[in-house]
């Protein structure tokens, strides 16, 4: 970095300490504020007149923006369903939205249909938002032409904008129709946002990432026991949650979200500032759902704080998250009792932006007449009465911002929030999806693989679970980029107890070192019994020696099998206990655990992830062992 640079970030670094001073001497304004308040004295005007002025200061003089009201027509079915066979609509949505969509092909499918003389079947299909744009792009080679979507409904428009910049417009047209919005919001749990007083006085996007940047902030305000903050964000190459909050990023460092271009993320000045946004940040996860599990995880054995202090999240995810509704993977949900603590949205006082749920007619050439014109009644039925009163029911606003009050009142929502932002267009989010690798966090990262014997299974007239985990690696390893330091590392228990091969490619720049990697992963051979306990204790700890602030710091381990050990080695309790210990203890490293074939042990892996504050992941059909293992990776 040029010394100009260094320079600006070491000063913006003074200014982020003389606004945290500012940040705690307006806690006190208002802690005793409300205490004046409350025995009668005029006080409260003071903090009135401060907040206006303060407001004022900031710039932000945006009129709240009033729109004509929609007005939402009644369903129109048939009096008698056509005939059969019924045309098949598959819909793919999002992981976020999946649950509205489902509702609303139930929705419409309770009803006769009849499309040029023909019944209509809606069948719903999700996958992740980054996935799925880059399928379309495509045109959905991997799906039988029977099974592909005609109708893709992601959580936002940004998606379908990927997928025709990525040379999709052949099936991916412009238009699209949005059927529900959801605010993407910053999520804290209340007492976090109490104590900070953003429940009350909404922080600008710059506030936000000048506390994350702030390892002493929560200790400064009487919280040492919340650690440093963490905030939570999704890959933005997978989640919108995430493309928000590198959008708000990027518009924070050029000045004003308004003012992002495909110009201004292309600047070597803003993406330095960016790049030191997204140090705060402990990994990236491929959903909210994801951050939202942990941090339920965190409440009920402690709480929420030792997981998150704040996360960027779309509305009905906090929705979900305090009624009691988590999901692992994002595929199943468990409905449980609501949280103690609850999340608080809040909605930066600089504008957030809106997941708008665009409803897509795709134009692929397996979608037939029929196909076409039974897509577009259904996307006409999503934007009727009946269909807006699901997408209220689901938890969405509905096309004139409206909520069930049912859902508001759960989630904290705001009815009518001020400084709503459009999502960027098509140039910026080209532009944010291909600057990504250039200003995350850098990684620090070992693949630990299992060789015992059994991984020489076949899974395939041509594969064995070993050969079939190689070219996994190989295919993830595509992720990283120069400067993320990656190495690997084998485990099986030799004759007499010891721990073999161990490390076979040191941890190094891959930039460098990508040769000698693959070279290292392609000479791995089965052996031995399984020392998983020993070997993640092992690598873990050294993993610990080098870390960072400013690498995610992680051990990916790939095991298909239990603990098996005829020398005995250390057991799962400690373990576990020394893993907590690396978490609590000022070097977290994140091990994130794949179960690899039926026979794995899952409840092992799961708790391995879970004392890290990491994710475990299912290959347990060991032929989806790529797709699972390039999920993983997005987490770097």
């Not at 409840?603 to 992830?609: E, H, M, N, R, V």
Request: glycine letters at 8%; hydrophobic letters at 45%; proline letters at 6%.
């Amino acid at each position: 970095m040029s010394a100009p640079r260094r320079n600006a970030i070491e000063q913006r670094r003074k200014d982020r300490r003389v606004r945290r001073q500012r940040l705690l001497l307006w806690t006190s304004i208002v802690g005793i504020a409300i205490l004046v308040a409350a025995i009668g004295t005029v006080s409260t005007m003071i903090v009135t007149s401060l907040v206006a002025s303060d407001s004022a200061e900031s710039g932000d003089t945006r009129a709240p923006e009033t729109a004509e009201l929609v007005v939402f027509r009644g369903d129109d079915p048939a009096v008698a369903a056509g005939a059969g066979p019924c045309v098949a609509v598959p819909v793919l949505s999002s992981f976020e939205n999946a649950e509205m969509v489902e509702n609303l092909a139930a929705g419409y499918n309770a009803q006769p249909r009849d499309v040029n003389g023909l019944c209509v079947t809606v069948t719903p299909t999700k996958d992740k938002s980054g996935i799925a744009a880059e399928a379309a792009a495509a045109g959905f080679p991997d799906v039988a032409p029977d099974a592909r979507p005609t109708v893709w409904l992601p959580d936002a428009h940004t998606w379908v904008s990927l997928a025709q910049a990525n040379g999709g417009e052949a099936v991916v047209p412009a238009e699209s129709t949005s059927v529900a919005t959801s605010d993407i919001v910053l999520a804290m749990p209340e007492p976090l946002a109490q104590a900070i007083g953003w429940d009350g006085e909404p922080p600008q996007w710059q506030d936000v990432f000048d506390a994350a940047g702030d390892a002493d902030l929560w200790s400064d305000l009487g919280h040492s026991e919340w650690g440093p903050f963490k905030l939570g964000k999704t890959s933005p190459v997978v989640a919108t949650s995430g493309e928000a909050a590198m959008f708000a990023s990027f518009g924070t460092a050029e000045g004003s979200l308004d003012a992002i271009t495909a110009a201004s993320v292309a600047d070597e000045s803003v993406k330095d500032i960016v790049r030191e946004h997204e140090l705060a940040t402990s990994h990236y996860m491929a959903t909210p759902e994801h951050f939202l599990w942990h941090a339920r995880q965190a409440e009920q054995t402690g709480s929420a704080a030792d997981f998150l202090s704040a996360v960027i999240v779309d509305e009905k995810s906090v929705w979900d998250y305090n009624r009691g509704i988590t999901s692992r993977d994002g595929v199943t949900r468990t409905a449980g009792e609501p949280p103690v603590e609850k999340l608080v949205p809040i909605y930066p006082a600089d504008g957030f932006y809106a997941a708008d749920n665009p409803a897509v007619a795709l134009t692929g050439d397996w979608v037939d007449e029929n196909e076409t014109a039974a897509a577009a009644d259904f996307i006409r039925f999503a934007g009727t009465a009946e269909g807006q009163q699901i997408v209220r029911d689901s938890g969405y606003r509905d096309l004139n911002g409206a909520l069930d009050p049912g859902v508001a009142s759960v989630a904290n929502l705001a009815d009518d929030p001020q400084g709503g932002l459009p999502l960027p267009g098509q140039d910026v989010v080209a532009a944010v999806n291909t600057a990504f690798p250039e200003v995350r966090k850098r990684a620090q990262v070992l693949f630990l693989v299992d060789v015992s014997g059994s991984m020489d299974e076949p899974i395939s007239a041509t594969e064995t679970k070993l050969s079939a985990a190689k070219d996994a690696i190989a295919l993830a390893l595509d992720h990283f980029t120069d400067g993320d330091n990656v190495g690997l590392a084998a485990f099986a228990q030799a004759e007499g107890g010891a721990l073999v091969p161990g490390a076979v490619s040191p941890i190094a720049d891959i930039g460098t070192s990508r040769d000698a990697f693959m070279g290292a992963l392609g000479g791995l051979q089965s052996m031995g019994d399984t020392p998983l306990y020993q070997a993640v204790d092992t690598f873990a700890a050294q993993q610990a020696q080098s870390w960072s602030p400013e690498r995610i710091t992680a051990v990916v381990v790939l095991s298909d099998g239990e603990n098996d050990t005829p020398t005995a080695t250390i057991g799962a309790e400690q373990t576990l206990e020394n893993l907590g210990h690396l978490h609590h203890g000022g070097t977290p490293v994140l091990v994130f655990t794949l179960a690899y074939g039926a026979d794995a042990d899952v409840a092992t892996l799961q708790s391995i992830s879970s004392a890290t504050g990491a994710h475990y992941y299912d290959a347990t059909d060991p032929t989806k062992v790529k797709a699972v293992l390039g999920d993983l990776v997005t987490s770097f």
